[in-house]
C-alpha cells in the first residue's frame, strides 16, 4: 500500500533553517509529481510546493518563494524540502502528497515550529 512518511520538522528560531524528508514506498515514485502542503492550528491545509515526477520543473506559493526549494531522489524514493530563512508564519504540520490518481493518501506529518 502507499505509504507516506515525513519527518526532518523541530523547532527553529526565525531566520534559521530545515530540511524535511518524505520517504515514500508502495507505488512507482519515479512516475509521479509530488508536493508539499502545510497546515497550521485552526487554518486550512495550504499547497507549499509541487514537483514533476523527474524533478525538472517546481512550483512553489508565493509565500514561500525564493526561501524554500523542493527537490527529489527518485533512486530513493524520497522527497525533499528545504526550508531556509523560516518565518513565525511557516509554523504548521508538513505533509507531503502524491499528484494525481494517488492523492488521497497522507502521512502523519511532521511538525515545524519557528519561534524565538
Known amino acids: 500500500q502507499v505509504q507516506l512518511v515525513e519527518s526532518g520538522g523541530g523547532l527553529v528560531q526565525p531566520g534559521g533553517s530545515l530540511r524535511l524528508s518524505c520517504a515514500a514506498s508502495?507505488?512507482?515514485?519515479?512516475?509521479?509529481?509530488m508536493s508539499w502542503y502545510r497546515q497550521a492550528p485552526g487554518k486550512e491545509r495550504d499547497f507549499v510546493a509541487i514537483i514533476t515526477s523527474g524533478g525538472g520543473s517546481t512550483s512553489y506559493a508565493d509565500s514561500v518563494k525564493g526561501r524554500f526549494t523542493i527537490y527529489r531522489d527518485n533512486a530513493k524514493n524520497t522527497l525533499y524540502l528545504q526550508m531556509n530563512n523560516l518565518k513565525h508564519e511557516d509554523t504548521a504540520v508538513y505533509s507531503c502528497n502524491v499528484v494525481g490518481n494517488l492523492e488521497n493518501y497522507w502521512g502523519q506529518g511532521t511538525q515545524v515550529t519557528v519561534s524565538s
Open positions: 508502495g507505488f512507482m515514485f519515479s512516475s509521479y509529481g
